[in-house]
Nanobody, 123 residues
Framework: QVQLVESGGGSVQSGGSLRLSCVVSGAVSGVTYYMAWFRKEREGVAAIDSDGSTVYANSVQGRFTISQDKTKNTLYLQMNTLKPEDTAMYYC????????????????????WGQGTQVTVSS
């Protein structure tokens, strides 16, 4: 069973930065997993494909960066220039199924979810 555990959340002032991490365990060796970050009620934030290509929500484009270290089975979300409206619980998600382009930030597309890590940005 695939398990995802997020960390790195916290409280920062507007304009600050945080880096979220998501450690993946139980993944099947040699199988490609498509991964993403969501917040609030499954609002897609960023996604990364098996070839490293990325997709971002318009609201975070240019401020957030998604990346992964496959040697550490870890997904990251670097968040810069944070705004109060970025305040939310952030979740990482994963799935083995491949979909056509355009589905990357849809919550129903992902099977495995972490418990979330809280990000609070004060003005």
């Amino acid at each position: 069973q695939v398990q995802l555990v997020e960390s790195g959340g916290g409280s920062v002032q507007s304009g600050g930065s945080l880096r979220l991490s998501c450690v993946v365990s139980g993944a099947v060796s040699g199988v490609t997993y498509y991964m993403a970050w969501f917040r609030k009620e499954r609002e897609g934030v960023a996604a990364i494909d098996s070839d490293g290509s990325t997709v971002y929500a318009n609201s975070v484009q240019g401020r957030f960066t998604i990346s992964q270290d496959k040697t550490k089975n870890t997904l990251y979300l670097q968040m810069n220039t944070l705004k109060p409206e970025d305040t939310a619980m952030y979740y990482c998600a994963a799935d083995r199924r491949r979909y056509p382009g355009g589905y990357e930030l849809l919550g129903w597309r992902y099977t495995y979810w972490g418990q979330g890590t809280q990000v609070t940005v004060s003005s």
